[in-house]
C-alpha cells in the first residue's frame, strides 16, 4: 500500500503516527455510491484497523451492505482536529454472522472499554444480523497541522 501527503500545503504524518490515529476509538467514515438511488452516502462507523485493513459490521439488509455489495469502491476518512489520514479503498462484504459477531466484540471493547454493559450486550446480541466489512486502501494519504 502506498502512503501519500493528502495536502501540500500540511506535513505528512510517518507511519507510527498514522498507526497511532488508526488506534484511537474515533469514527471512521466511508463514502460510497447508495444501491438505492445512485446518489452518494457518507456512513461514520466503529471500526478496528490490522494487517492494513479496516473491519467493521453492519446491518445484512441496510444501505451500507448493499451498496458495497453493488460497489465496492469506497472512499474512507479518519480524523481529529489537527491530523486525519484518507484514501480509496476496496470494501468486501463477508455475509458470515459468527465472523461479523467477533467484529463486533472487538469493536465493543474498543469503544465501550468492555463487554459488560447493557449496550454491549444488546449491540452483541444484534450482531446475528449482521455482516462484516473489510475495507482495503489502496493508499492512505495523511496530513497534520
Known amino acids: ?3 501519500r501527503l493528502a495536502d501540500p500545503e ?4 510517518d507511519k507510527n503516527e498514522v498507526s497511532e490515529l488508526l488506534n484511537l476509538p474515533i469514527y471512521l467514515r466511508v463514502a460510497m455510491i447508495s444501491a438505492r438511488d445512485g446518489f452518494p452516502l457518507v456512513h461514520p462507523i466503529w471500526y ?5 485493513k479496516f473491519y467493521s459490521v453492519s446491518n445484512t439488509e441496510g444501505v451500507k451492505i448493499q451498496s458495497i455489495k453493488k460497489n465496492p469502491d469506497v472512499y474512507f476518512l479518519v480524523d481529529t482536529t489537527d491530523r486525519g489520514v484518507r484514501g480509496k479503498a476496496k470494501a468486501k462484504v463477508i455475509d458470515d454472522p459468527s465472523y461479523a459477531k467477533e467484529i463486533t466484540a472487538r469493536n465493543l471493547t474498543r469503544y465501550l472499554g468492555s463487554l459488560d454493559s447493557p449496550e454491549a450486550k444488546e449491540r452483541l446480541e444484534f450482531s446475528k444480523n449482521y455482516s462484516a466489512i473489510e475495507i482495503t486502501p489502496v493508499y492512505i494519504a495523511s496530513w497534520k497541522v
Open 1 to 3: 500500500m502506498e502512503y
Open 48 to 52: 478496528y484497523y490490522e494487517d492494513g
Open 10 to 13: 500540511l506535513k505528512e504524518m
